[in-house]
């Protein structure tokens, strides 16, 4: 952060796309720590790994489970963690807001939708039988191997939280100057 300060626009970051959640996390990390750096859009999550393995770029800010082997074959450099606790994968890596980015927690996160106008009933079916695999020993350990976590909840729970995260990354969009494409 001291060197991006110091030499603003020297450092640039990648992202996996315009808009991406990538971008999104570089712009609320530039605003927070009051750094100028240059994005760097690939297609992909894989050409952003790729740019930053061959130099291309400096950061950015990859779902972590993707990059632990890269990580641990010392192929790249973890600087922290978006998420409010260290990553159990990799214990050593600091989390942003323990690296001095405060309010910087911003876990990645997935989840199953269905096209809008689909029957409750067939929605509240497909949320319980997701839930049910979810809490399956062999998922949780399939999960537990890249460090990720399930959080089974309901349909109406998840649309709420899909609400809030869209509201918030409104936000951070409109105050770094990006616009719908």
Known sequence: ?????????????????????????AELFKARTGTDIVHVPYKSGAEMVTAILSQQVHMAFPDVSIVIPLVREGKLKALGVS????????????TMVESGVADFIFPFWAGLVAPAGTPVDIVNRINAAVQDGLRSPQVLETL???????DPTSAQAFADFIAVETRRWSAVARTAGLSPQ
């Not at 998420?83 to 600091?94: F, G, Q, Y």
């Not at 537990?144 to 399930?150: D, F, P």
């Open 1 to 25: 952060m001291a060197q991006a300060k110091a030499q603003p626009g020297k450092f640039s970051y990648a992202s996996a796309g315009t808009g991406n959640l990538t971008q999104l996390l």
């Open 83 to 94: 998420s409010a606790r260290r990553h159990p994968k990799l214990p050593e890596v600091p």
């Open 144 to 150: 537990g191997k890249i460090g990720a976590q399930a």
